[in-house]
């Protein structure tokens, strides 16, 4: 039962949660894959982080060159599109950020997809994928998100396990409706159900 929670924490990006459960399921069954969803989980959160923090560990040179293909600020797709410093924690409706996409993060499992994007000021944020087909976004792809929804990820257990201070800014997108890929609206065909791994044993 615990190590389903740790799934659905994780999947929910409940890191801590997602941890502590993680805990209790080594109590009670230790033939379970605890710590190798254990590492893994935390280092998502640190490569994550340091790719936030960093830029993805891309030269600024590399860096300048890729964000100037990035159109400006302005009205398109119905919405405004703005930096990632004017976003608000919650719901950003009416508005649209788009940046570069300078890392790919894998993690326990492809729920969810973890992009870490760049603006034309070189802020970075973390971008969340649920219930999309993104195999094909990769490094240098320009990345448009709608109406997004904005909040700030942070494990405490996590960086207590690593040494690190673990908090960075992210953004859930909940299907390809609101994402715009090189450009181009991503259709029902990019729609991808999710399918976690349940463990049945019990514990």
């Known amino acids: 039962m615990y190590f389903n929670k740790a799934t659905v924490h994780y999947y ?3 890191f801590d949660s997602a941890i502590a459960s993680l805990k209790h ?5 230790p033939s379970l894959p605890v710590s190798e969803f254990w590492q893994t ?3 998502l959160l640190v490569k994550v982080a340091r790719s936030v923090e960093g830029k993805g560990g891309m030269k600024r040179k590399r860096l300048v060159q890729m964000l100037k293909s990035i159109p400006p600020s302005g009205k398109r797709h119905d919405r405004d599109f703005v930096l990632l410093s004017a976003l608000q924690a919650g719901h950003n409706a009416g508005k649209a950020i ?3 996409v ?5 993690g326990v499992s492809s729920i969810p997809v973890v992009f870490v994007l760049a603006d034309k000021n070189m802020d ?6 649920y219930n999309v087909k993104a195999d094909k976004i990769t490094v240098g792809d320009t990345l448009a998100v709608l109406d997004p929804e904005k909040e ?3 494990s405490r257990l996590a960086a207590l396990e690593s040494g690190q201070s673990l908090v960075f800014d992210a953004i859930k997108v909940k299907g390809p409706s609101a994402l715009i890929v090189n450009g181009a609206r991503l259709g029902d065909d990019h729609f991808s159900l999710p399918g976690l ?5 019990g514990a």
């Open 102 to 106: 300078v890392a790919v993060a894998d």
């Open 197 to 201: 791994a349940i463990d049945t044993k």
């Open 41 to 43: 989980t935390v280092g």
């Open 152 to 154: 700030t990820i942070e």
């Open 98 to 100: 788009e940046g570069k």
């Open 12 to 14: 929910l990006a409940e």
């Open 124 to 129: 970075c944020i973390a971008v969340m994928l």
């Open 25 to 29: 399921a080594a109590d009670l069954d």
